[in-house]
Structures are given as structure tokens and as C-alpha cells.
């Protein structure tokens, strides 16, 4: 067989796609509680799925075919009427907003728009693990800077400022934050604008979870005076709309960075999915983004968010987190019950689903600060089973205590 290509020596396969490919041979075997993966675990609008019927039944044809490259004109409208109406921040969306197939995709075109051989790309740790991968993918260098529990998972300005180089590239920021759950502080957000503005490096700020809020909202960097002409932003409809498998997110930015991202994704995948678009055009009509999110996404994980907090300070008294404002997530130091047990969270994890059937992510896959801490999601279960899953846990833990 001829070789395969260099970068595969760069990067690794993703942990959680190999626990999802995990999850669905074992859900055959037997009642697997998962506080794993973070897909709404919520149907999309009825609406949605009944438009997209009648668009199937009355005009198949255009309704399965090609798009332009940077999507629907019609529902880039329809975002950048969205985001002034709930963020304050101007988009033209005919030059400044790109559809892709998911927020995966914007982050690697926008670093692949950027970021050239050898430059250096910061970001936080323990973050989204796709980040490191891709910033390798393109050729880039990754920096790290650490945050604890102790601090709430917020960065220091200080640290970043050490951190900035000549070949600093890009900043990523996440925010409400995969894995924490934290929001980021506003003072932070403003220092990194005027950094970015003063060593003339990229914001790629990404908004996966910016709907996903429940005490505050988030700061937009691009809001803020001057920061639009540093500032990718990245979203996907995967959280906001429940429709993960459409693959459907998009990007804004300044005109240029958005023309490359173009150029870029018409080799990588032509074209979005034209089916989901038209549904999200519904999505955005008489009200029923807004409806859904306030009525129903956020009410009930707000309930299961205070469930989980509320069974993790009672099962594992010893372990640390921090009640997330945001995102899907508790991000758990466990170290006290890691050292009784003599594991590491890598370990916990396997031996918990082996033994109880249930599923968490190990904190080490989001970076070396978060070793000793594992992930858990609160949205893909219901409250019966959240309740199941962390009194199992409980019982594991306290079998070695």
C-alpha cells in the first residue's frame, strides 16, 4: 500500500467520536446512562420537521438541490437581522456571513483562512479538544494557557499577555465554554480587544452555546469598538435548534476573511445542506427561535443544570466544580476520590462505564490542566436518569472508600 499523507502524524482521532461509536454498540447490551456527548437531547421545533415535509412533498427538486457556496441568501438575512436584534453587532450578509456544514467546519476554515506554517494559535486549557488538532491540521503552533477551578475557569490577562508573541496568529475563545460551562468575564474580553488590536492577531471567537445561557448574557468581542476587524465569529443551529445532524452552523466576519473561508470551503464541501437551510428559515419565522429556546430549551436544562449540581455536591461531597452559567457542561476535580482509588480519570471513566453503565469524559482529553477532572453533560439524559446516573456513580466512588 502507498504511504499515507504526513499530518496524520500531527493529530489523533477524537475521544469522544471513538466514546459515541462506543455508546451505540453497547446501548445494544444493555441500559447505558450517559452523561457523555453533547447533543441536545430535545427534538427540533415541530415546525421545523413539519415545513421540511411539505417542502420534500411540493418541491423536491429544489428543495434537495445545490446552493451557493456561502449558503441561502435569504437566511444570511435572516441571521444578521437575528444577531443585531439580540447581540448589537452589524453583519452584511451578503458579504460578511458564510453558512457551514456545523461549527467544526467554521473553525477549521477560518484557521485555514489565517493561520500560515509555524504561526502560533493560543488558546485556553482545559478547552474543546478540536481546537488542538485542527491548529495542527493547518500548520499552526498551539499555546497554551492554564485555568482552575479555583478561579472559576476565567483566563488571566497577565497570563495571555506572557503568552503573545510575534507569531502569535489567533486567540481562541469559547465562550459559554466546552468544557466548564463558564461565561467569560467582560473585563477579559476588552483586554483581549485591545491586545488583538495592538499585536494584530485574530479573535476566532466561538459561539456555539452563545443561546445556551442561564443567568447572563455573553460579550461578544465584536460588539465592542473596533474588535470587528479582528473577530471570526463561529455558531452552528446544532444547540440553539436541536438539529446536530444537519450540520449546519455559520461564520461572520470582515469581508476578506470571509471571501477566503469561501474559496476555502468550495474544495472542502461545496456547498451547505440545502434541505436544513430551508428549515431554518422557518426556524427564524413569527417568533419560533425565540419561543423554543425561552419556553423549552433553556427551562429544561436549567432543571436538569440544578439537578445534577445539586446531586454532585451529594454523592461526591470532596470533588470541586463550579455551577455553569452556560454550554452543557460540569467540569468535575475529582482528584480527592482519583487518589483514594488510585486512578486517573482516564481510568475512572472506563472501569464507571464497565461497572455501572455509565458514560463520562475524562478531563486529560480537554488538556493537561484538566487532568483529574472528567466532564459530565446534564442535557442528555431526563431528570429520572440524571438522578440514576449520579447515584451510581456515588456507589462506585464509595466501594473504595
Same mark, same amino acid.
Given at each position: ?43 427540533p421545533p415541530k415546525e421545523l ?123 481562541? @475563545?469559547?465562550?459559554?465554554?466546552? +468544557?466548564?460551562?463558564? &461565561?467569560?468575564?467582560? !473585563?477579559?474580553? $476588552?483586554?483581549? *480587544?485591545? %491586545? #488583538? ?50 450540520? @449546519?452552523?455559520?461564520?461572520?466576519? +470582515?469581508?476578506?476573511? &470571509?471571501?477566503?473561508? !469561501?474559496?476555502? $470551503?468550495?474544495? *472542502?464541501? %461545496? #456547498? ?28 429544561t436544562y436549567k432543571r436538569r ?17 463550579? @455551577? ?15 487518589? $483514594? ?61
Open positions: 500500500m502507498p504511504s499515507l499523507s504526513f499530518r496524520l502524524a500531527y493529530i489523533q482521532a477524537s475521544p469522544i467520536r471513538r466514546i459515541a461509536a462506543l455508546l451505540d454498540e453497547a446501548r445494544r447490551k444493555g441500559d447505558i446512562i450517559s452523561f457523555g456527548g453533547g447533543a441536545p437531547s430535545l427534538p420537521i413539519d415545513y421540511i415535509t411539505v417542502l420534500l412533498k411540493e418541491n423536491p427538486q429544489r428543495t434537495v438541490s445545490y446552493c451557493g457556496t456561502r449558503g441561502l441568501p435569504e437566511l444570511r438575512e435572516l441571521i444578521a437581522e437575528d444577531l443585531k436584534k439580540h447581540f448589537g453587532v452589524d453583519y452584511d450578509p451578503k458579504t460578511e456571513i458564510i453558512i457551514t456544514d456545523g461549527g467544526t467546519e467554521g473553525i477549521f476554515l477560518a484557521l485555514s483562512a489565517v493561520v500560515d506554517k509555524n504561526e502560533e494559535v493560543i488558546i485556553l486549557d482545559p478547552t474543546y479538544l478540536g481546537y488542538n488538532e485542527a491548529i495542527k491540521l493547518v500548520g499552526g503552533r498551539v499555546k497554551k494557557i492554564p485555568v482552575t477551578v479555583e478561579n472559576g475557569y476565567q483566563p488571566d490577562l497577565e497570563r495571555l499577555k506572557q503568552v503573545i508573541s510575534p507569531l502569535t496568529k489567533a486567540f481562541i @475563545l469559547l465562550s459559554p465554554d466546552n +468544557p466548564t460551562g463558564r &461565561i467569560i468575564d467582560p !473585563e477579559f474580553v $476588552k483586554g483581549l *480587544v485591545d %491586545l #488583538a488590536e495592538s499585536h494584530d492577531f485574530w479573535i476566532i471567537y466561538d459561539a456555539a452555546y452563545k443561546y445556551i445561557v442561564f443567568e447572563e448574557k455573553d460579550t461578544w468581542p465584536d460588539a465592542i469598538p473596533g474588535a470587528k476587524e479582528h473577530t471570526i465569529t463561529i455558531n452552528t443551529f446544532s444547540k440553539e435548534a436541536s438539529i446536530p445532524g444537519f450540520r @449546519l452552523g455559520y461564520a461572520t466576519g +470582515p469581508k476578506e476573511a &470571509i471571501e477566503a473561508m !469561501e474559496r476555502i $470551503k468550495q474544495y *472542502v464541501s %461545496l #456547498a451547505p445542506n440545502t434541505v436544513g437551510q430551508y428549515a431554518l428559515l422557518k426556524f427564524y419565522e413569527d417568533g419560533i427561535k425565540d419561543r423554543y429556546l425561552k419556553e423549552v430549551v433553556i427551562p443544570r440544578d439537578l445534577m449540581y445539586e446531586l454532585i455536591r451529594e454523592y461526591l461531597p470532596e470533588a470541586r466544580t463550579v @455551577l455553569p452559567k452556560g454550554a452543557f457542561y460540569f467540569f468535575v476535580d475529582i482528584k480527592y476520590y482519583l487518589e $483514594k482509588m488510585r486512578r486517573d480519570d482516564e481510568e475512572f471513566a472506563n472501569r464507571l462505564l464497565y461497572r455501572k453503565n455509565v458514560v463520562v469524559i475524562p478531563g486529560s482529553h480537554f488538556g493537561d490542566t484538566g487532568k483529574g477532572h472528567v466532564r459530565m453533560t446534564f442535557v442528555s439524559e431526563t431528570e429520572d436518569r440524571i438522578r440514576e446516573g449520579m447515584k451510581r456513580i456515588g456507589a462506585y466512588v464509595f466501594s473504595y472508600l
